[in-house]
């Protein structure tokens, strides 16, 4: 069956979703695979979307001082921040950081390590979209995967995650081998005043909203188009898909057409989605895959400032 909507509270996470994932400052997180299979290692990692649409979109939850260890992606990674306070540090030895909070967004570089953590006081809340339909596996700095198998938790050959503690190593597998020095040397870094291109913050998205009519605004984020006409985006950086956000209070927009894969996803109040044939309501963290080639109507009727975000293959 063809899934286009994803309740939020029909979502079922993974609590083990990698290698890591028994190390203090790590378990206490729960992965969520909304569109597509992610990165998560976790073969059993349930996934509501299938469809491919050229990218992936995922959601991390986390208890304060727990996130992900250092690793690094083959594809763009943007963190889409809906609530908490959260630690982006970045490079082999993890040395660079920047503090970011809701409404923030950070696109990372490829080819480079990173890792995340909550220093809010409360469970936090991000979405995550990764690039292409697979984005391929997760690289680790050795010292993670040192630390993981001394809770038993280890990576096979093909990257396959086992427990040590419940599991042999099946025939024909050994255990994944961490990478160099010398490949680890290959990896790219960045100072924060070289990152910082790549972070929009609240205030640098509202300052380049536009204003497309019915009281509802948006902020173009990532792509160089939306509606296929040309626009600068706040990050220019070649992601593979675009990212605009929605913002009003009470409005509404009724001549959008989506010619390629797209994504609307909640990250305040309640939206109205209309298109030629059905009509959908997606409240806070509900995801809705529109039909490609389909006239769009959006409307959100509240009392406070509703924000939605909409990513669309390039």
Known sequence: ????????????PSSLPFVEGKLEGHK????????GPGVAE?????IKISEPHGFNLGAVSAKPLNGSGLHSHLTAEVFIIYSGKWRFYWGSKGKDETILSAGDIISMPTNMFRAFENVGDEEGFIFVVLGGNDPGIVTWMPEVLERAKQTGMALLDDNSLIDLNSEEIPSGRKLLDPISNDEIIKFDNYNLEQLQKNICEVSKRIKN?????NNIKISHILGEKFQNKSITPI????TGFNLTTFRSKKGIVDNLKFDQP?????QKG????ETENSSYEINYKDTFSVPVGSHVSIETDGKHDSLLNCVSKV
């Not at 069956?1 to 079922?12: E, G, P």
């Not at 990050?235 to 070649?238: H, V």
């Not at 309640?270 to 989605?273: A, Q």
């Open 1 to 12: 069956m063809n899934i286009r909507l994803a309740k939020f509270q029909d979502l079922t």
């Open 28 to 35: 206490e997180r729960k992965n969520y695979s909304i569109l």
């Open 42 to 46: 976790d073969v059993n990692q349930s």
């Open 209 to 213: 909203e536009n204003n497309i009519g």
């Open 235 to 238: 990050i220019q950086q070649n």
């Open 262 to 266: 797209t994504i609307l996803f909640s």
């Open 270 to 273: 309640k939206w109205k989605i």
